[in-house]
């Protein structure tokens, strides 16, 4: 994966409106909040593919923190804290934010087929 570049990334979003994809989003602390501090809150979202149309796609931020907005027909999806991206072999946009220990802390990807378990 490389450091977002935001206007590349922009273009990897747009070339999936109004497609029908798949999309895998995940937020984590995991078990790093309570494994080093027992009063510490583990939170966490996954969803995989989820079959979605959007209509418009967002990215902004600037540095090493960017949003990354997906407008559906009903409503939204989006993702904050992503750092980093890459286009993988199989067409399928791969973005992700990391802690400062290079820990996974959110995922977004989208992909014209399923992704696989």
């Known amino acids: 994966m490389e450091d977002i570049q935001i206007d590349q ?3 990897q979003l ?5 497609k029908e994809v798949y999309v895998h989003l ?3 602390n995991g ?4 494994h ?6 583990n ?3 996954f969803i995989r593919n989820a079959k ?4 418009h796609a967002k990215i902004v931020g600037s540095g090493n923190a960017y949003r990354v907005g997906l407008k559906l027909d009903i409503g939204w999806i989006y993702a904050e804290g992503l750092s980093q991206y890459e286009l ?3 067409g399928q946009l791969l973005m992700a934010g990391h802690d400062r220990e290079g820990r996974l802390m959110v995922a977004l990807q989208i992909s014209e087929t399923p992704f696989k378990y």
């Open 9 to 11: 990334a922009q273009l």
């Open 31 to 34: 078990a790093y909040a309570s």
């Open 26 to 28: 995940e937020t984590t």
């Open 52 to 55: 979605v149309s959007y209509t």
């Open 43 to 45: 939170v966490g979202a």
């Open 14 to 18: 747009d070339r999936f409106v109004s």
């Open 88 to 90: 993988n072999e199989e």
């Open 36 to 41: 080093f501090d027992d009063k510490a809150y």
